[in-house]
């Protein structure tokens, strides 16, 4: 299996490029489903509580956006539950999907996590803040405490094989990521 990792800035359309990509002939794991699913489980759910001291479990995320806001620091606390899961099911994922020539990995923080030894290639996709800030479907408060986590774009770059800018229509990321896909097909 060609192991080809995305990542990028915040809103930049990680998932959109990982769907265009994937075409529904290649098997997709997105870090971002994995964490939403994450939020469902008991296991999880009884670390975030005793973590954070949270008396039940009721708005369980809401409670650690609001958590994140006050406190920076309960972020990388957060992280350190959070990335050793995804971390497993990641491998899993790699081992169930071994027999397809190509898998797509979805993961903001790969570079941060220094996953770069799992992947074939990797393929960065970035674009403008403004344009980012538009997409992102929660607080802009919310939206600057993550954006702030993520290395700077530019260091991103230079470890990424490829790069994407995401600024313009769909039609123009569709033409981009056709040229790049048929490098690996």
Do not use: W
């Not at 359309?13 to 870090?31: C, E, H, Q």
């Not at 993961?107 to 960065?124: R, V």
Request: glycine share 4%; aromatic share 10%; charged share 35%.
């Amino acid at each position: 299996m060609i192991k080809i990792g995305i990542t990028g800035s915040l809103a930049s359309g990680k998932s959109t490029v990982a769907k265009l990509i994937s075409r529904n002939r290649y098997p997709i794991f997105s870090a971002d489903q994995i964490v939403k699913d994450l939020y469902k489980k008991r296991n999880f759910i009884n670390k975030v509580k005793k973590k954070f001291n949270f008396k039940n479990n009721k708005n369980l995320k809401k409670k650690v956006k609001n958590l994140i806001k006050k406190d920076k620091r309960a972020l990388k606390e957060l992280e350190l539950i959070i990335h050793p899961l995804v971390r497993r099911e990641m491998k899993a994922f790699m081992k169930k999907k071994r027999n397809f020539k190509i898998g797509i990995f979805e993961i903001p923080l790969l570079i941060e996590s220094k996953l770069m030894k799992f992947f074939d290639s990797i393929i960065f996709v970035g674009a403008k803040r403004n344009i980012r800030l538009r997409r992102y479907k929660g607080s802009r408060e919310i939206f600057t405490t993550l954006d702030k986590r993520q290395i700077i774009s530019s260091k991103k770059i230079k470890i990424s094989d490829h790069v994407i800018y995401n600024n313009k229509s769909i039609k123009s990321l569709k033409k981009n990521v056709k040229f790049l896909i048929k490098k690996y097909e």
